[in-house]
């Protein structure tokens, strides 16, 4: 299994790897111009999490936002931008056991 996490520093990469996914697997949503976009007005960090096993390959942008509590520390939420996205695929059926 590869696992890979890009961030605005490897904006290189993670274009390269969206790019490599057929064009009915993805939107706009999923592209790394528009998810770096949010960033700003969300006040959260653009982030992308490539997986690739032998059942396909797996792209899941997200924002990556701090949650302050006066109880926890160091608490995060990950989300789609606006509300849109989630995880792409190359394999129209996936098995239930990517990771294992």
Request: hydrophobic share 30%; net charge negative.
């Given at each position: 299994?590869?696992?890979?996490?890009?961030?605005?520093?490897?904006?290189?990469?993670?274009k390269?790897?969206?790019?490599?996914?057929?064009?009915?697997?993805?939107?706009?949503?999923?592209?790394?111009?528009?998810?770096n976009?949010?960033?700003?007005?969300?006040?959260?960090?653009?982030?992308?999490?490539?997986?690739?096993?032998?059942?396909?390959?797996?792209?899941?942008p997200f924002?990556?936002k701090?949650?302050?509590t006066?109880?926890?520390?160091?608490?995060?939420?990950?989300?789609?931008?606006?509300?849109?996205?989630?995880?792409?695929?190359?394999?129209?059926?996936?098995?239930?056991?990517?990771?294992d």
């Open positions: 299994m590869i696992c890979r996490v890009f961030n605005t520093k490897k904006l290189q990469e993670w390269k790897s969206y790019h490599s996914f057929p064009e009915k697997s993805k939107t706009i949503f999923h592209s790394p111009e528009y998810v976009s949010w960033q700003e007005y969300e006040n959260a960090e653009a982030y992308c999490l490539y997986i690739e096993t032998d059942d396909g390959r797996f792209l899941y924002l990556k701090e949650i302050t006066k109880w926890i520390s160091s608490v995060y939420d990950i989300f789609s931008v606006y509300g849109y996205g989630g995880m792409i695929s190359d394999n129209e059926s996936p098995t239930d056991t990517i990771l």
